[in-house]
């Protein structure tokens, strides 16, 4: 009986540590998991492979590079992602299959290669929507930047021109947006007005505006007052 009940004992401490060091217990995965637990749309090839030539890309990068997503949910490493600008979603290739990750609110973050993409509200397309933001500093305060490309079709050739000119993605202006502590979202129009949004800490942000000519439009400027900002 002893035997028995100790044989019954291992089981259920073997049960228990497969449980615990399960996927499912310790909400981590790989990416073959991701189209299982995430609702993701296929998207249809012809979406995204052009039948004619197409110069400049809608993508951040257009390979395919190994990342992480990570959820409400869980997390899932090793996935093979791109940006896709222009669309605001997510790519990820699974067998030759392509899916997309619209930006909702259960994705907290995606790491692809250095850069880190983040989701939030904010009027960045136009509307009060949830959009895909590359996240260059945070902490108590966030830097976050929105890229954009605008896509202009093939025209045909005219008077005193030798060829059409094909279809093109153009890289727009990038965009830059802040966000403090678990407020919203919000453009940087003027480093003035910036600076305002801080009231503790005025003094010491003018100062260094002025120093350093921060402007409002220099991603590296930004960075380093926002990390100055947050060093505080």
């Known amino acids: 009986m002893n035997y028995i009940i ?3 004992n291992k089981l259920l401490f073997t ?8 996927p ?3 909400q981590s995965f790989n990416g073959r998991n991701l189209a299982d637990h995430m609702l993701i ?11 004619y030539p197409v110069d400049g890309s809608p993508y951040l990068n257009p390979e395919f590079v190994e990342g992480e997503v990570y959820t409400t949910k ?5 996935v093979p992602l791109r940006y896709n600008i222009d669309s605001d979603v997510i790519e990820f290739s699974q067998n030759e299959g392509v899916y997309v990750l619209d930006p909702e609110p259960r994705i907290e973050k995606v790491v692809i290669g250095k850069d880190v993409l983040v989701v939030d509200k ?4 136009g509307k009060m929507d949830n959009s895909f933001y590359l996240r260059l500093d945070s902490g108590k305060a966030q830097l976050l930047m929105k890229k954009a490309v605008s896509f202009r079709e093939a025209q045909p050739a005219q008077a005193m021109q030798a060829a059409s000119t094909p279809a093109r993605y153009q890289k727009m202006p990038d965009q830059y947006f802040y966000k403090i502590g678990d407020g ?4 940087i129009t003027s480093i003035k007005k910036l600076i305002a949004e801080f009231p503790d800490k005025q003094e010491e942000l003018s100062a260094f505006a002025k120093k350093e000519k921060i402007s409002p439009k220099n991603e590296k400027e930004l960075v380093s007052f926002i990390q100055y900002y947050n060093s505080l």
């Open 6 to 8: 100790m044989h019954l």
């Open 15 to 22: 049960a228990l540590l497969a449980f615990l060091f399960s």
């Open 24 to 26: 499912a217990f310790s």
């Open 41 to 51: 749309k296929i998207m249809d090839k012809s979406l995204y492979q052009q039948e």
């Open 74 to 78: 869980g997390s899932y490493t090793g």
């Open 122 to 125: 904010g009027e960045a397309i």
């Open 184 to 187: 919203g979202v919000a453009k």
